[in-house]
């Protein structure tokens, strides 16, 4: 059940840096909460409450990685290429630049 929803929600986190095992991870955390707080006196089946719980954990999870916040973790550069040796002298001078500048100010 929780291979099926991760495989179902993996279309819609290609590019935010999710991978197929993070949701099963996810789903597993879904189902855990599910077995924590069911309630047999409900009118509701297991089955069907455990996969709702499952679902809501992995759709909050793709939701939250789609976020801008995360979007410099995932499409961040190694500065360890020699293509972005540049990069990294810049992102260095302009450092010690503003370093520089602030310390005017004390």
Excluded: W
């Amino acid at each position: 059940l929780i291979n099926k929803i991760a495989i179902k929600m993996l279309p819609y986190c290609k590019n935010n840096g999710l991978e197929k095992s993070d949701l099963v991870q996810e789903g597993m955390i879904g189902l855990n909460h599910a077995i924590e707080r069911y309630h047999e006196q409900k009118d509701v089946l297991f089955y069907t409450y455990a996969k709702k719980c499952i679902e809501r954990k992995i759709i909050s999870v793709v939701i939250g990685s789609n976020r801008n916040k995360n979007k410099i973790l995932n499409e961040s550069i190694s500065y360890d290429d020699e293509e972005n040796l540049l990069l990294r002298f810049i992102s260095r001078f302009v450092s010690f630049k503003i370093f520089r500048f602030s310390s005017l100010f004390k």
